[in-house]
C-alpha cells in the first residue's frame, strides 16, 4: 500500500500540483501548444460528441450536450492523450498542462460565479474518468471535491443545511482517502477502514443508517476520517483545493492501469493505449432537501426496446444512493406528481437526446433546487430482444436508416432473441454455483444427471433434465438430445458438446472448471455446493453462468413460431421486427449462408432461419442413432473385406433413409455432404459391459472384440485413422456412402425435388488422396444413374483442414470442384493445439495478451487466415471458379463471418440457430 500511495504522489509537489517545469519555449514558427484541455459550458464547448477517441465518451457527450443546449454543469474534459503520457512518463504531466488547466477552471468559475476554495462563494466539483467505451466502475471517481475545513462551514452557512455539508465533506474525504491517498483495506482486514470509522460512530449513536445521523457525529466521522488518513499515510489530508484537484486528476489518470480496469479491458478487448479522460465539472447536489433528487433513465426499456421513459430516482440523494441500493428509488412516472416542472424538462430532454444521437440513452440526471442537470448521457447497453425492437422502430419513426439499424445490432445479440430465457424474477432469486464458457446460448432448467442414459431415461418420463459431464462424447448424443442443457467441466467452444449443442440449438455450458463431477459417487460440486443427481441445477447458455436449483424458464417467441409453429407468427411484435430486420439483411448481403445439419428435422429449422443449404452433413452422427451403432461397430471390428462389406450393407439402407430425408427437407438448395471422418475409436464399446451386449448382438466372441478394441487403439486419434484416411484403407466405407448418396438423389428426384449433392472428402492433405476418392465417387454415380435411369448432377470437392492441403492447394484444385474451409480442425493443425484440449491453458493465453480471442471460436485471421488467403489464391489459378466455402464452427462467429467475407468466399455455414446471426454479421461486412 505503501509503494502504491508514494508513486501515486510521485508527480505532485508539496501542494500536489505537477512539479514546476519550465515552459517549453516555443518559436514562433512551432504553433500553437497542443490541446489537452476541452471546456465545456453556457451553451459552448470546445470539444464535439464526434471526439470520443481524444475526449472519451463522457467527455465527447457532456461537449455535444453543451453544444445542443442541454442544462449540463460547466467543465473541462482532460484528453486521452495526457493519459497516454503520463502513463508513459512515471506520473508526469505534459508541460502546458497546469496551464491550460487553470484557465479552463477559471472560465468554469466565472460561468458559476464561484471559486475553488474561495471563503465566501465556494465551488465544488466533481473529478471523474471517461474512456472511449464506458467501462462501468473500473475507474475511479472523487465528488465534492474542494471541501475542507473552512468551506465546509461555508457551505453549511450559504445553503443553511449543515447536514448537508458534512455529510458532502465526510464522503469527499471518504472518497479521496482511498482513491488518491490509498487508505484501503489491507490483506487481513475485514472491512474497509472508513467503514470501520463508520460503524463505531452508528454504534455509539445507537443507529442503523448513515442518514439517522447528527451533524455532530458527521463532524465526529469527518475528524475520525481526518486521523485515519493521518495514521495510515503519515501525511494529512490537503486542505488546498489546487492540491485537491491535482491528486485527483493524478489518481483517475493513474486508475486506468489499475488491475480491475486492466481486467475488463481484457475481457471486451478494449486497447490500453486509448487511454482515459479525466472531466472536472461543477458539482450539483441532489441530495439539499425535498426540492432536489438524483436519477438515472434509458430513453427506452433496455430490456424489452419498448418505447417508455425507463429509469429511477430519489429525493435528497446523491448519485450512489442509487446505486448502492440502501434506499429504492421511486419509478420514473412517478416524478410527475412529485416534481412536475422537472419531469417536464426531463421529457423534453428525453427527445432531444433520441433525436439528436439517434439512439436509445442511458442518462444521469440531478434535480438541484427544482433545477434539472444532465451529467451524462451515452448510448444505452440492451439486451438482443431491445436491441432489435429499438433499431427497427426507429427506422419506423425515421430517425435512422435501414443501413443504420443493420449496422447497429451486434450480430451475437440475436442469439439472445432466439434462446429460451430465464425469467428475471426467478434469476434474482437462484444460487449461482459456477461458470463456464457461453457455448449454446439460452436458459435450461431440470433435473442434473451423469449419464446420457439416465438423461434419456428420465427424459422418456416427461422429466426436464440437464445432462453434466466431464466432457462429451459422439456416445452422449442420445442424451444431449433428451437434455434441457448440457454442462461440461471441460473442453473449449469447440469442443464436441459445444458444437453439437449449437447446432442442435441446446443450451450449453462447457469448460465450467470450478465444476467437480464425480461419476462414482453421482454428484456434482460447486462453490461449497454438492448437488446429488437428480436435484435442480440451471444453466444460463448466454452468460456461461451455472445456479443450484430451479428457474423458470420461458421460449423465444421467434422460435415458437418458425421452429416450434405454436405461434402465430402475426400475433407476435417481436417476430415481425426480426422478420422486417432480417429483410432488410438479405437485400444487403452478399454472402450466402448455409447450414451444418444431420437431420431432416435441423434442416428444416436452419431453413426456417434463412440458411440457404446444406455446407456440411457430418454423416458419422447418423450411426449413433437406434442399433445402426451396432452395424457400424460390426464394420469396424471386422478383419476382412468381406465381413466388413457385410456390415456395410446392413448401415447402406439406413444411410439411403436419412439422406432422402435431409434431400426432401431441402427442397432444391444445395447440400454438402460430407464422407466419414472422426476417429474409428470413438465407436468402440469400450467397457466390458459394453463389449459383452455387442458380442451377443453379433455373434462374436467377446476376446475378439476386446483384442480388436486394443488394437484399433490410438496415441493420438485426431491426428490418426480419420478423415479420408478411412476411405483410402477401407474404400468400401466411401463406396457404400457414394452409393447411399447417389440413391437417395435418385429416389428424391423421381419425385420431382431436384437434388444438388456435393460430396466433400475430409481432411486430405495429398492430392492423391482426393484422387483416389474422387475415383469411387464418380464410379459410383454412373453406376447408379445406370440403374436407376437418372441423370444426377453433383460436385466432388474437399475440406481444406491441414496446413500441407493449403500450401498444395493448386494441386488439390485439379480435381476438387469446391473447397470448404474446416477452420476447427485447420486450427488445430495450424497452431498444433488440441482444439478439445486448449481450455485447460487458453484462458491463461489470454491474460498474457498471446492470443487476443480464443482461435477456436474467432478465427485466427493473421495465422490461420493467411493460409486461407493462400487456400483462395491457389485454388482459384487452377480452377478460377472454383467454389469456396466454410464449414467450421467459426462459420457462425460475426468477426469470422466478417472475414470470410472479405476473402470472398461464396458461403459461410453454421448451426442452424446460428443462421440469423451469420445473415446479419455478412450484411454488416457488405456495408463496411
Ligand atoms: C472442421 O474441422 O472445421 C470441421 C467442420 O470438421 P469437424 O468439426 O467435424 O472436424
Ligand atoms: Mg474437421
Not at 479420408?724 to 428426384?749: D, K, N, T, W
Amino acid at each position: 500500500m505503501a509503494t502504491k500511495k508514494t508513486s501515486k504522489l510521485r508527480a505532485l509537489n508539496r501542494t500536489g500540483r505537477p512539479l514546476a517545469r519550465r515552459p517549453a519555449r516555443r518559436s514562433p514558427k512551432a504553433g500553437k501548444a497542443p490541446r489537452h484541455v476541452y471546456y465545456f459550458g453556457d451553451g459552448k464547448a470546445d470539444g464535439a460528441g464526434n471526439m470520443k477517441p481524444l475526449l472519451g465518451g463522457k467527455g465527447a457527450n457532456l461537449a455535444e450536450m453543451t453544444r445542443i443546449g442541454l442544462p449540463v454543469p460547466p467543465g473541462f474534459t482532460i484528453t486521452t492523450e495526457v493519459c497516454t503520457y503520463f502513463t508513459e512518463h512515471d506520473r508526469g504531466y505534459p508541460p502546458e498542462l497546469e496551464a491550460q488547466v487553470e484557465a479552463a477552471l477559471a472560465k468554469v468559475e466565472k460561468s458559476v460565479g464561484k471559486k475553488l476554495g474561495d471563503p465566501e462563494t465556494p465551488l465544488l466539483v466533481s473529478v471523474r474518468s471517461g474512456a472511449r467505451d464506458s467501462m462501468p466502475g473500473m475507474m475511479d471517481t472523487i465528488l465534492n471535491l474542494g471541501m475542507n475545513d473552512a468551506v465546509v462551514e461555508i457551505v453549511a452557512g450559504k445553503t443553511n443545511n449543515p447536514r448537508f455539508a458534512w455529510d458532502s465533506y465526510r464522503r469527499f474525504l471518504q472518497m479521496y482517502g482511498d482513491v488518491v491517498m490509498g487508505v484501503q483495506k489491507r490483506p487481513g482486514e475485514d472491512h474497509d477502514p472508513f467503514e470501520a470509522v463508520i460503524e463505531k460512530i452508528k454504534h455509539k449513536a445507537g443507529v442503523e443508517k448513515d442518514t439517522e445521523l447528527s451533524v455532530e457525529e458527521l463532524k465526529t466521522m469527518v475528524g475520525g476520517f481526518k486521523a485515519l488518513i493521518k495514521e495510515r499515510t503519515g501525511k494529512s489530508f490537503p486542505q488546498d483545493p489546487r492540491a485537491q484537484l491535482w491528486g485527483a486528476i493524478g489518481a483517475v489518470f493513474g486508475s486506468w492501469m489499475n488491475d480491475r480496469a486492466i481486467v475488463y479491458r481484457r475481457k471486451y478487448s478494449i486497447p490500453h493505449e486509448w487511454g482515459t479522460a479525466v472531466n472536472v465539472q461543477t458539482m450539483v447536489f441532489g441530495n439539499m432537501g425535498a426540492t432536489s433528487a438524483t436519477g438515472v433513465a434509458f430513453t427506452r426499456d433496455p430490456a424489452s426496446g419498448e418505447r417508455v421513459f425507463y429509469g429511477e430516482y430519489l429525493i435528497n440523494a446523491q448519485g450512489e444512493d442509487v446505486v448502492a441500493g440502501v434506499r429504492t428509488p421511486h419509478p420514473i412516472a412517478q416524478l410527475a406528481q412529485e416534481m412536475p416542472a422537472a419531469h417536464k424538462a426531463l421529457m423534453k430532454v428525453r427527445a432531444l437526446l433520441e433525436q439528436h444521437f439517434k439512439d436509445m440513452q442511458d442518462l444521469e440526471f440531478t434535480v438541484e433546487d427544482n433545477r434539472l442537470y444532465i451529467l451524462q448521457t451515452r448510448n444505452g447497453k440492451r439486451t438482443g430482444l431491445a436491441a432489435v425492437r429499438i433499431a427497427v422502430e426507429m427506422v419506423e419513426e425515421r430517425l435512422i436508416s435501414k443501413e443504420d439499424a443493420v449496422r447497429r445490432i451486434p450480430a451475437d445479440s440475436l442469439a439472445h432473441l432466439l434462446a429460451p430465457i430465464f425469467d428475471r424474477q426467478s434469476v434474482a432469486r437462484a444460487i449461482k454455483i459456477g461458470s463456464g464458457l457461453p457455448a449454446g446460448p439460452g436458459a435450461a432448467s431440470g433435473h442434473v444427471v451423469f449419464s446420457a442414459e439416465l438423461a434419456v431415461a428420465r427424459a422418456e418420463k416427461g422429466e426436464k433434465v440437464v445432462l453434466a459431464r466431464i466432457e462429451t462424447s459422439p456416445e452422449d448424443l442420445r442424451g444431449m438430445i433428451a437434455a434441457e442443457g448440457i454442462l461440461t467441466s471441460r473442453g473449449g467452444v469447440s469442443s464436441h458438446a459445444a458444437l453439437v449443442a449449437r447446432q442442435m440449438g441446446k443450451v450449453c455450458v462447457c469448460g465450467a472448471a470450478g465444476v467437480q463431477i464425480d461419476y462414482s459417487k453421482r454428484t456434482l460440486s460447486a462453490n461449497g455446493v454438492t448437488l446429488k443427481e437428480g436435484d435442480y441445477i440451471s444453466i444460463d447458455g448466454t452468460t456461461g453462468e451455472v445456479f443450484a436449483g430451479e428457474v423458470t424458464t420461458a421460449a423465444s417467441e421467434i422460435v415458437q413460431v418458425l421452429v416450434d409453429r405454436s405461434l402465430d407468427g402475426k400475433q407476435s411484435p417481436t417476430y415481425q421486427q426480426y422478420a422486417k430486420l432480417m429483410r432488410w439483411v438479405d437485400g444487403f448481403r452478399k454472402l450466402k449462408v448455409r447450414t451444418n445439419a444431420d437431420t431432416p428435422e435441423q434442416v428444416v429449422n436452419a431453413v426456417a432461419f434463412g440458411a440457404e443449404g446444406i455446407g456440411l452433413t457430418r454423416t458419422e452422427h447418423m450411426f449413433f442413432e437406434g442399433n445402426r451403432i451396432d452395424a457400424m461397430r460390426e464394420m469396424i471390428l471386422a478383419e476382412s473385406k468381406e465381413a466388413r462389406v457385410k456390415a456395410l450393407a446392413k448401415l447402406l439402407p439406413y444411410q439411403r433413409k436419412d439422406f432422402i430425408g435431409i434431400f426432401t427437407a431441402l427442397r432444391g438448395l444445395p447440400a454438402t455432404i460430407r464422407f466419414l471422418d472422426p476417429p474409428l475409436h470413438e465407436f468402440l464399446p469400450h467397457d466390458k459391459e459394453q463389449q459383452l451386449d455387442l458380442s451377443r448382438k453379433i455373434g462374436v466372441p467377446v476376446e475378439q472384440i476386446t483384442r480388436r478394441v486394443q488394437e484399433l487403439h490410438e496415441f493420438n486419434p485426431m491426428l490418426g485413422h480419420r478423415g479420408c484416411r478411412l476411405g483410402i484403407v477401407y474404400p468400401e466405407i466411401s463406396e457404400m456412402q457414394a452409393r447411399a448418396v447417389f440413391e437417395a438423389a435418385a429416389a428424391v428426384q423421381k419425385k420431382g425435388i431436384k437434388v444438388r449433392e456435393e460430396i466433400m472428402i475430409p481432411l486430405v492433405a495429398f492430392p492423391r488422396e482426393l484422387k483416389l476418392q474422387i475415383g469411387i465417387v464418380h464410379r459410383v454415380a454412373a453406376e447408379v444413374m445406370k440403374e436407376k435411369k437418372v441423370k444426377l448432377t453433383y460436385l466432388v470437392g474437399t475440406m481444406i483442414e491441414i496446413p500441407r492441403a493449403a500450401l498444395v492447394a493448386d494441386e488439390i484444385a485439379r480435381d476438387a470442384e469446391f473447397f470448404s474451409f474446416g477452420t476447427n480442425d485447420l486450427t488445430q493443425t495450424t497452431l498444433g493445439m488440441s482444439r478439445d484440449d486448449s481450455g485447460t491453458f487458453l484462458p491463461a493465453y489470454a491474460e498474457l495478451d498471446i492470443v487476443a480471442t480464443n482461435p477456436f471460436a474467432s478465427i485466427d485471421q493473421k495465422g490461420v487466415g493467411k493460409l486461407m488467403e493462400m487456400t483462395r489464391d491457389l485454388g482459384r489459378k487452377t480452377r478460377p471458379d472454383i467454389k469456396l466455402g466454410i464449414c467450421g464452427e467459426h462459420g457462425g462467429e460475426p468477426s469470422s463471418v466478417k472475414f470470410c467475407h472479405r476473402l470472398g468466399l461464396e458461403y459461410v455455414s453454421c448451426s442452424p440457430f446460428r443462421v440469423p446471426i451469420a445473415r446479419l454479421a455478412a450484411a454488416q461486412a457488405a456495408l463496411e
